[in-house]
Nanobody, 123 residues
């Protein structure tokens, strides 16, 4: 599976961005999809995940209510809608795909990673 993330950019605090991750290769619909982020000097952290059917979504507490993950299996694309952005959301955002779905919060679950897209939130 090849993953291509896009949609990052510079936005003011309180603004919104929608990230996209286009997948190619193996059947996309069978994979759990996740978004992670990595701020400068910090470890990569879980942001959100969605199981293959789209019925189950998962978030970290600080992002729940502001971020929404969704997927379009027909378009082989997963999205991350980010609202009410804060300067602390500044990071490189990565999408990832996992064959398993046992622990979606665990970075090591994911088999494939995209290249990342930079989100910068100014105060």
């Amino acid at each position: 599976v090849q993953l291509q993330a896009s949609g990052g950019g510079l936005v003011q605090a309180g603004g919104s961005l929608r990230l996209s991750c286009a997948a190619s290769g193996r059947p996309f619909s069978s994979y759990t999809m996740g978004w992670f982020r990595q701020a400068p000097g910090k470890e990569r952290e879980f942001v959100a995940a969605i199981k293959w059917s789209g019925d189950s979504t998962y978030y970290v507490g600080s992002m729940q209510g502001r971020f929404t993950i969704s997927r379009d299996n027909a378009q082989n694309t997963v999205y991350l809608q980010m609202n009410s952005l804060k300067p602390e959301d500044t990071a490189v955002y990565y999408c990832a795909a996992a064959r398993e779905s046992s622990d979606v919060y665990r970075r090591s679950l994911y088999d494939y990673w995209g290249q990342g897209t930079l989100v910068t939130v100014s105060s």
